[in-house]
């Protein structure tokens, strides 16, 4: 009913998120060191957020409270909120800023990849995802040091190992040092999307001796095009 105007209510609304493949070269380092990886989720993160601009909200249905002219009074937001459209960026500046407070900086790189080092020289790597965070390091005890530094800023749920990350399973085997990604759970979501989770599994992903072939163009003609290939350059 009241959409927000940019330049008016926000400016900016861009916030960046770790790449995928970020994520699966760490999962490779964690597996090759042998190294320890955590997750955890901030609770409601958007409503840590700072507001840049000054924005007012009709009350929710139940708390309206009227002025003795008989005007509906409005609630002047202190903090972000969700679908508000500078939601997302605004909590990635909070927790840019207290990541920075704790001791991290960030990867010149990838801006949601933090690394923190201490006077000894342990370094713990902090990849987000929004409010996923997973805590990289050698130590058990540096990454319980940057939980309990988090949690005096935040309210978290501690997932303890990462086994999850963007619908992807994570098995990691420490006396073998491998790392198994698997998206088992995918699979059986889209099967129950379209109705096959009742399906009979086959061996084979089509019907043996299928022929496919272009309409007008047969088979045959892709065959005689790589024969071909392969003697002009063999």
Known sequence: MFPQQPGWDYVESFAPTTWLSIMC????LVAADDLE???IDITTAFLNGDLEKEIYMKPPKGYEQYSRDGYLLYCLL???LYRLKQGGRQWYLKLSEVMKEIGFRKVRSEPCVYLWEDSTGRKVV???YVDDCHIIGKIKESIQHIKAELQRHFELCDLGPTSWFLG???KHNCSTHTITLSQCQYVIDMLRDFGMEDCTPM???MVPG???EKPGIPLSAGVEFLHAMANSLG
């Open 25 to 28: 070269a760490l999962v490779a």
């Open 37 to 39: 990886c955590y997750s």
């Open 78 to 80: 202190l903090k972000a």
């Open 126 to 128: 902090v990849p987000t």
């Open 168 to 170: 992807v399973g994570i």
């Open 203 to 205: 061996k084979t992903p």
């Open 210 to 212: 299928l022929c496919l």
